[in-house]
């Protein structure tokens, strides 16, 4: 895992391998930067009104966050939440190649478990987490490491902290406090 949580690619460049499975998370600004990245999967998980000192308009720092799908094939996969309007919008703005996924497709909470297309998943009192979107984040993990054929190991989430400097919502008496 390296990127805009704090860690700089570089610094894992010799433990690196073809069968090396690398986590980014990218802002905008490194996105610009990219120009021959192709990433097997690309997630947006939303879009904000960020960053428009530089970028002056919503479109422009838009469609810098849709540059996740650039040099993306036919084999690659592009997840969204399709919920999103503004994702939903500038979906059609930017061609793509990969194939879209909308991460909220095939999931439910029945007392307290998160099922995937019907297959229990997890038990959400094992998520330490907070607030919809890290269950969004949740999802998320779940779609990729289907993708992956990778099982969710469910100890990791009990114990799981948000990151240094990423929101978390606190619920108090009824009100959410960010």
């Given at each position: 895992?390296?990127?805009?949580i ?11 391998n073809?069968d ?10 490194h996105?610009d ?6 990433l ?6 939303n ?12 479109q422009?720092?838009?469609l810098?966050k849709?540059k996740?799908t650039n040099?993306?094939?036919?084999s690659d996969y592009?997840i969204v939440n399709l919920?999103d309007?503004?994702?939903k ?7 793509y190649?990969s ?10 909470i ?7 297309y019907?297959?229990k998943?997890v038990n959400?009192?094992?998520?330490s987490l907070?607030?919809?979107h890290?269950?969004d984040?949740?999802?998320c993990?779940?779609?990729i490491?289907?993708?992956l054929?990778?099982d969710?190991?469910i100890?990791s989430?009990k114990?799981?902290k948000t990151?240094?400097y ?6 108090i008496?009824?009100?959410i406090v960010i």
């Amino acid at each position: 895992m390296a990127g805009n949580i704090g860690d700089p690619l570089i610094n894992y460049l010799d433990i690196i391998n073809k069968d090396t499975i690398i986590i980014l998370e990218l802002s905008s600004f490194h996105l610009d930067d990219f120009v021959d990245m192709k990433l097997d999967i690309a997630l947006l998980t939303n879009i904000c009104n960020n960053h428009l000192d530089f970028y002056k308009t919503k479109q422009r720092y838009y469609l810098s966050k849709f540059k996740l799908t650039n040099n993306q094939n036919k084999s690659d996969y592009f997840i969204v939440n399709l919920n999103d309007r503004i994702t939903k919008k500038y979906i059609n703005h930017k061609p793509y190649n990969s194939k879209l996924i909308d991460y909220q497709l095939g999931f439910k909470i029945n007392d307290n478990i998160l099922y995937y297309y019907n297959k229990k998943v997890v038990n959400l009192n094992y998520y330490s987490l907070i607030g919809e979107h890290n269950l969004d984040n949740l999802k998320c993990v779940i779609v990729i490491l289907s993708l992956l054929k990778i099982d969710l190991d469910i100890n990791s989430l009990k114990n799981f902290k948000t990151l240094r400097y990423h929101l978390e919502e606190l619920l108090i008496n009824d009100n959410i406090v960010i």
